[in-house]
């Protein structure tokens, strides 16, 4: 196996006309350690089906048939890399490449019945600007993800992460908790990446579990939490008067839910919000 090294990072960018794109939010990863590291972390086995969000160039994939994946599928949006990556990997890994279907697609609009084979996890070098969206599109439209570890900005990764109470905690947090429970699984210096962004990254595992149990639909529910954080300064008696029709409705249905409408969102538990739509959908049908 012959991973990428700076150099050969470089020099094929070169041969294909490719700059990272700000627009894309693309930023490759250059040092071999890294992806070693993350392909190590997500621990695949040959039972595994690898999703890959924004392979780009093929670094951290190469990693992914080293480390054993059973398959990988690598959706990139990109049309140049994407015809380029096949050619990449059966010259460094020609025994394995075959294990590797690229799709030219964007992520954000893939569902799993898109897609050749059931991923079982997601392990990508996320970009900055889609992380989150991305994340979450993924665990809905693909039921079969069982797991996953990206990495993410810094900050995102935080509010990833964040629990109840956290100055961070907000939707990200609490939307990503109705799919799984997710953790912090270390800092990524910005040193590895082409070109070197202005942040550090993190990376961010994450374990699939079953939703909070409720009548609620989930886009009831994430659309309360939208409200309650639309104006997280406020209380949820005041932040939710539009959700609910007036304030004094918010009230009556925080109480009902058994919530203290002087409370703010960043106190609630994904569990909390589930029950909190649940007492509007019993009083509206």
Request: contains cysteine; aromatic residues 4%; positive net charge.
């Amino acid at each position: 196996m012959r991973l990428l090294s700076p150099a050969d990072v470089r020099k094929l960018a070169d041969r294909l006309g490719v700059r990272p794109s700000k627009r894309l939010g693309q930023n490759f990863v250059i040092e071999q350690g890294t992806v070693r590291r993350i392909a190590a972390l997500a621990a695949p086995g040959p039972g595994d089906v690898v999703l890959e969000v924004g392979p780009g160039l093929g670094s951290l994939t190469l990693a992914l048939l080293e480390a054993g994946a059973g398959q990988v599928v690598a959706v990139e949006i990109d049309q140049v890399l994407a015809r380029e990556l096949p050619r990449t990997l059966a010259k460094r890994a020609p025994l394995l490449a075959g294990r590797v279907i690229v799709i030219n697609a964007d992520a954000l609009r893939v569902g799993q019945q898109d897609l050749p084979a059931a991923p079982s996890m997601l392990v990508a070098n996320l970009p900055y600007n889609v992380a989150v969206p991305v994340v979450l599109h993924l665990l809905a439209a693909v039921p079969s993800l069982a797991r996953g570890l990206v990495m993410v900005q810094a900050e995102v990764a935080d509010r990833m992460c964040a629990a109840p109470g956290s100055r961070v905690y907000g939707a990200p947090s609490v939307k990503l908790a109705w799919y799984a429970t997710a953790r912090s699984a270390g800092t990524v210096p910005r040193t590895v990446f082409w070109p070197v962004p202005n942040v550090d990254s993190r990376r961010v595992a994450f374990t699939r579990h079953d939703p909070p149990a409720t009548s609620a639909a989930r886009e009831e529910v994430f659309a309360l939490v939208d409200a309650a954080f639309g104006q997280r300064r406020k209380t949820l008696r005041a932040a939710l008067a539009g959700w609910a029709g007036s304030a004094p409705e918010a009230e009556r249905l925080l109480r009902a839910a058994g919530i203290d409408p002087g409370t703010r969102g960043e106190a609630l538990s994904v569990a909390q919000f589930a029950r909190l739509a649940a007492a509007r959908t019993i009083t509206s049908s």
